[in-house]
């Protein structure tokens, strides 16, 4: 694959769900490799979220302590980010598709920091969730770029 669908760069869409933040379903044609993995890659995100959401639930505290919280939203963020993140290397198989892979990546980190200030307006999380987030995309996109250099 040269290059990554245009309706999948401006469908990075942040969720507290499962929801997929690539809405609109596989962007990538029946007749493309990429629509396999896809798939594949989209099941493996979803019995991701599965597995982090038991232990979020094992490992939860329920408080008014804002640091606590703080810490938990923080921790839920950055998982659900990592789980799609992840679905999104996995059709990155050109150095240009890893160009789009990584404003893809760009975007869903100014996405999710709007989308937090929106839903959580009083809990102060901005700079380390962007410290954090902007953290894990350089770290999906260093992995993919190794993966193709290989």
Known sequence: MSRRPPELRPSAVPRWSHRDPVE??????????????????????????????????????????????????LDLAVGRFDVWARRGRSVVSSDRALRDYERWLD??????????AETCPRVE??????????????????????????
């Not at 995100?45 to 606590?68: C, G």
């Not at 380390?128 to 260093?142: I, K, N, P, S």
């Open 24 to 73: 609109g379903g596989n962007p990538f044609p029946h007749s493309e490799p990429a629509h396999a993995a896809w798939n594949d890659a989209t099941r493996a995100a979803h019995a991701a979220l599965v597995r982090f959401d038991a232990r979020m639930q094992a490992t939860a505290q329920i408080t008014l302590d804002p640091a606590i919280y703080r810490a938990q939203l």
């Open 107 to 116: 975007d869903y980190v100014a996405n999710w920091l709007g989308y937090v």
């Open 125 to 150: 999380v901005g700079d380390e969730l962007r410290r954090r987030l902007t953290g894990r995309a350089a770290h999906w996109a260093a992995e993919t770029r190794s993966a193709l250099a290989l």
